[in-house]
């Protein structure tokens, strides 16, 4: 099918987005989610009870905290999937010590994969490069490395929403903007 890519702020209605989206293609078919947050305190343990809570029962769960390619082994091709989220998976690998270019490599094998396979993917992650840059080289390291990793999937994806106060806003491929303001200058 394709790959759908899903970044915007905290609470910005992504996950529901993706949960809606994959009920609508898959319709009773399981659903496939790959989940990436891991319950370190009594509010992660809230924040993921609300997220299952949120998607239909039938629907399989895979814990990917660090290792996205373990998870993506486990799927057949046919599936729909959802990936929630990106934001976590990068702090997960950020706060192990893992350098950012191997998260990258990672990163660009998962979304190639995902682009490429017959079922829906929708992957969701945050957008955290708008606001004032952090005071110390982690949170640096991890917006950076966020960044890329958002940038690497949306340029797989065949579709690609800004998700702000629960609207989702339609990306335009860079290149395809480029194209289209070449033909306009030559229409002149």
Not at 16 to 31: F, G, I, M, T
Not at 136 to 165: E, K, M, P
Request: hydrophobic share 50%; net charge negative.
């Amino acid at each position: 099918m394709a790959l759908t890519f899903l970044v915007g702020g905290a609470r910005s209605g992504k996950s529901a987005l993706a949960v809606a989206l994959a009920q609508r293609v898959a319709s009773d078919d399981p659903v496939k989610v790959i989940v990436t947050a891991e319950a370190g305190d009594d509010e992660m343990v809230e924040r993921i009870a609300r997220h299952r809570a949120e998607r239909p029962r039938h629907w399989s769960t895979i814990e990917a905290p660090r290792s996205l390619d373990d998870a993506i082994a486990e799927l057949d091709d046919s599936s729909v999937t959802v990936v929630d989220c990106l934001s976590f998976w990068v702090a997960n690998r950020v706060m192990a010590g893992d350098a950012a270019s191997d998260i990258e490599t990672e990163a660009r094998r998962a979304a190639q994969w995902a682009a490429a396979r017959d079922g829906l993917v929708i992957a969701v992650s945050n957008e955290v490069g708008s606001g004032v840059v952090p005071d110390n080289a982690l949170a640096r390291a991890f917006r950076d490395c966020l960044g890329r990793v958002n940038a690497i999937w949306s340029t797989s994806a065949s579709r690609a929403y800004l998700v702000v106060a629960g609207r989702a806003l339609a990306l335009a491929d860079a290149v395809s903007v480029i194209d289209a303001q070449r033909e306009q200058t030559r229409a002149r």
